[in-house]
């Protein structure tokens, strides 16, 4: 049975879980207006969801002139613009990812999210006490080198076959899958601090919340939410069996590794996995071009018209 204190620690933490637990539900926001000058490419809406994408240092930089003064002041300019469009865009992706669950399609999955959670919850010392704790330091470094590979594989497709490569399509990839994470990190830190969960090895054991309110804690477990953050972008842009089956194969395995290395409770893997999943996807279906390919429809992005298509251009 579950004592009163605890019962009392699982409303508080999961009311505040769920509120990022419904992203590919989520209702459309109003776009916000902007009279930047076109030193950027232009704000594309889909489905409301704005397109916050990330240029090149170099595209920050207007064409220079024989006068330096002119020159530095238009570069000033124009890291201005890039930065304010960039967090009003940033700041428009968290308001609808963090105000998702409060709209009323979205419930029964909020409650679907809380009750799986809660489950898990009340049996995490059972099943992490039935683990062996052999292998537990192998287990670690499995799940440190299957995310270090991950984000190599992102890496890799932004950097050798974007922007080394020339293929619009990997840019593309790198650019949605560096705003999941920065999405998925200010939804982290914010959870991290609040639950203050114990790890498996600290206290008790038994996975105390509101104990250490720092970013190294157990709930939610981060390499389980960047890792399926990082394998839905991939996933999504390459839709292929094989892809799908090395992205999400890898989150998995990570996600098991975290597990039997006791980092982790299952119930802040269940919840790390599962807000990773939902922010990439939501990011992804928000900012892809169809043009690309890829999971991505006309309905994401009802103009023809894309931030990747000026950015793959200045590239080239």
Known sequence: ???KARLQELIV??????IPATLAQSQAIPAIQTDAPDLLPSTVMADGAPSFHLTGARDLFAESGTNSDTAT???????????TR???RGLQDQKQIWTAPFHRANLKWSVLFLAGTATLVSFDEQILHALPNSGV????????GLIAGTGAALGGIFFV?????????AKETGIIGIEALANTFLVYVPLQLIAGRERPNEGTGEGNFFVNHSLNTSFPG???MFAFCMATVIAHEYPRWWVELLSYGAAGAITGARMTAKMHFPSDLLAGGALGYLIGTHIFHSHCNPDLGGDCHSRDKPRASSDLDDISRRYQ
């Not at 002041?73 to 930065?83: D, H, K």
């Not at 076959?161 to 399509?169: E, K, Q």
């Open 86 to 88: 960039a967090v009003k």
């Open 137 to 144: 330091n192998t287990s670690s470094n499995i799940s440190n």
């Open 1 to 3: 049975m579950i004592s």
């Open 222 to 224: 981060g390499h389980s």
């Open 161 to 169: 076959g974007g922007l080394y490569g020339g293929d619009s399509h």
């Open 73 to 83: 002041a238009t570069q000033g300019n124009s890291e201005g613009g890039f930065l």
């Open 13 to 18: 933490i999961l009311w505040t879980i769920s």
